[in-house]
């Protein structure tokens, strides 16, 4: 049954259509007028039988009463005005519900209800605000380590995907994407004037997918965006309703996207193959199915446990050391802060994510194992330079799964103690002496914790440059 506000108010249409009052109906009904009134008010659900007799005595059917439209636009307004009342964002102004009155003019209705919608839309707003992208990212990390970064619904659906146009193995091609996206009604169309704010932009209308000429610096190819945006419409996506379903969304397109990449048909054989051979390494998974080190290294994460039974951590670190992502169900200690949130932490410089950039070649991978409270981990890291800044790459394991490893012979040791101050934090007691009150350093500030993250339909877009975009290409010839 629809909600009690609407049918209250279809059954108060049809009897006043009918032109009978509450007394008169219930007289008819043998049903006490206040009764009624409660039913027209949404204040009691009638029963069956009730209900078959008001619309038998009002001269429609039951479906007519059950309708989950409002009977006038009038009634619209209405409703939308109780419903804004008993959202928590009311009820925390303790005030009083205000009930609409005969008196009351439509248009002052519509004052209210754009009123209402305006304050939701800025406590939206309110949400995404980097505290709470933090938790919410927090959130969602856990709820992955808690499947082992392993979702078989996607992967199946990839897989489906994957095979229904012909693709045997190997990489997935620029052109199979391409039919990829065929099978969906959409075409792909490379733009070089994407809004500043959009890696790439999916118009349902036009039925394209706008990507730019090239892949973006850090490790977004083309044919991953492309899959990226079909994954929407395969995944059912709609507009976010808050930060937490954007990061889910993301999360779940990028993961749709990686399983078309390297399907788990093909994947899973050739890891488990690597593993028999004793020489699982990152580079040969890339390598295998053309994509980057980084997509490589977070799929390896959604097989790894699942089907190889390895328990390990990913780990993508800034030039400065700050986490940028992470995932781990190996136990890592992770540095996080008083919310739970790894992001943004800076990492023990002893770890090989860190002491990776110290190389002078880094053209192969650093291989080394970590001590750490909690046991010791062998972790293969590579680096790369963004045209902003450096970072690198971690896949690491606990010490008794290197044994499945490339690199296992390394000399590289480092012993960690973090989260104790004293490793990293902390300066010795000859340092704080000799430098304590003689030294000054200005710190670098990043002015964006300060700001809300960028408001719009679409979160982190801005979206009066995405939709002047779409005016733009609206009427263009395909490229």
């Excluded at 219930?26 to 009638?46: C, F, H, K, T, W």
């Excluded at 305006?118 to 927090?138: F, G, K, M």
């Excluded at 799929?299 to 390895?310: D, K, V, W």
């Amino acid at each position: 049954m629809q909600d009690l506000s609407t049918l209250g108010r279809r059954v108060r249409h049809f009897r006043t259509r009918a032109g009978l009052t509450l007394d008169q109906l219930g007289r008819e009904l043998d049903v006490a007028p206040s009764q009624l009134s409660l039913i027209e008010n949404g204040r009691r659900e009638p029963r069956l039988t009730l209900l078959t007799a008001l619309a038998a005595r009002l001269g429609v059917t039951v479906a007519d009463l059950l309708d989950d439209a409002p009977p006038s636009p009038r009634a619209a307004l209405e409703i939308a005005l109780e419903r804004a009342q008993q959202g928590a964002a009311y009820r925390e102004l303790g005030l009083p519900a205000l009930r609409p009155s005969r008196g009351m003019g439509d248009d002052v209705l519509r004052t209210l209800v754009g009123l209402h919608r305006e304050l939701d839309r800025r406590a939206r707003q309110a949400i995404a605000t980097p505290e709470e992208a933090r938790r919410a990212n927090t959130r969602q990390r856990l709820r992955m380590e808690e499947v082992d970064n392993h979702v078989p619904e996607i992967e199946a659906l990839a897989s489906e995907d994957v095979a229904a146009v012909g693709h045997a193995g190997g990489a997935l091609t620029h052109r199979t994407v391409s039919l990829m996206a065929a099978r969906l009604g959409l075409s792909i169309v490379h733009a070089d004037d994407l809004p500043h704010s959009a890696r790439c932009v999916l118009d349902l209308e036009s039925g394209r997918i706008y990507i730019p000429p090239a892949s973006i610096p850090g490790g977004h190819g083309l044919r991953s965006l492309a899959l990226q945006a079909m994954a929407h419409m395969r995944l059912g996506h709609g507009e976010p309703q808050d930060y937490a379903d954007f990061l889910r969304q993301r999360q779940d397109a990028s993961y749709y996207a990686a399983a078309c990449l390297m399907p788990e048909a093909a994947a899973v054989p050739f890891l488990e193959a690597a593993k028999k051979s004793r020489d699982i390494a990152i580079e040969d998974f890339r390598d295998a199915f053309g994509v980057t080190h980084e997509a490589a290294a977070l799929r390896f994460t959604n097989l790894a446990t699942a089907h190889l039974g390895i328990r390990l951590h990913f780990l993508r670190a800034a030039g400065d050391g700050a986490l940028v992502r992470a995932y781990e169900n190996d136990a890592l200690p992770l540095p996080v802060d008083v919310t739970g949130s790894a992001e943004g932490q800076i990492l023990c410089r002893h770890w090989s994510a860190r002491r990776a950039f110290a190389r002078t070649t880094r053209t192969t991978e650093y291989f080394q194992y970590t001590d750490t409270p909690v046991g010791t981990f062998f972790e293969a890291t590579q680096t790369g330079t963004t045209e902003a800044e450096e970072f690198s790459i971690t896949l690491g394991v606990p010490y008794e799964e290197s044994r499945w490893f490339r690199g296992r012979e390394t000399q590289n040791r480092a012993v960690s103690r973090c989260p104790d101050l004293s490793c990293c934090r902390r300066p010795d007691a000859d340092s704080a002496r000799r430098w304590g009150g003689r030294a000054w350093a200005s710190a670098r500030v990043h002015a964006h914790i300060f700001s809300p993250l960028p408001q719009g339909t679409y979160p982190g877009v801005d979206d009066r440059e995405l939709y002047e975009f779409l005016e733009s290409h609206a009427a263009a010839p395909e490229e």
